[in-house]
């Protein structure tokens, strides 16, 4: 029951995402080597070389990110090689992602190319699976 609540949530925050005005763009005829920090809505157009934190950030078809992202939602049609953190991640269908990606809600749509390890799971299912995976090694080894 609580599943159904967490998906009810993710469709929420994402409708909230969708409607929210961008609120800053990094055009496509720019190059950005550094830090970037953002708050509210973010689009990149161009090509950071740098990490970059903030809340939705959206990666379009021209945009490219050297770099670590930690945001709160990603919406990626572009590409992107580094370590991805959100809790709504969508890999659109010509995106590429390159690095380790580690999201509550994870949409990869037909087409779109993720190369990496991939962690997808609510908080509460990580430590279900943590348990699991510890547990086994230990019965097996008292069997011996």
């Known amino acids: 029951m609580s599943m159904f609540g967490k998906s009810d949530d993710v469709e929420q925050e994402m409708q909230k995402v969708e409607n929210e005005a961008i609120s800053s763009i990094i055009d496509k005829?720019?190059?950005v080597?550094?830090?970037?920090?953002?708050?509210?809505?973010?689009?990149?157009?161009?090509?950071?070389?740098g990490n970059i934190e903030g809340e939705h950030l959206i990666l379009s078809e021209t945009g490219k990110v050297?770099?670590?992202?930690s945001v709160s939602s990603l919406n990626c049609y572009?590409?992107?090689?580094?370590?991805?953190?959100?809790?709504i991640l969508t890999a659109r269908k010509d995106c590429s992602i390159h690095g380790k990606l580690i999201a509550e809600s994870l949409t990869?749509?037909?087409?779109?190319?993720?190369?990496?390890?991939i962690k997808a799971a609510s908080k509460e299912?990580?430590?279900v699976q943590t348990k699991g995976a510890t547990a086994k090694p230990i019965t097996s080894g008292s069997k011996k």
Do not use: H, Q, Y
């Open 29 to 31: 005829s720019m190059t």
């Open 33 to 49: 080597r550094g830090e970037i920090s953002f708050k509210g809505k973010a689009r990149i157009d161009g090509v950071i070389t």
């Open 66 to 69: 050297i770099g670590d992202v």
């Open 78 to 87: 572009g590409s992107l090689e580094g370590n991805v953190t959100a809790n």
């Open 108 to 117: 990869v749509e037909p087409g779109a190319s993720i190369e990496g390890e």
């Open 125 to 127: 299912a990580k430590t």
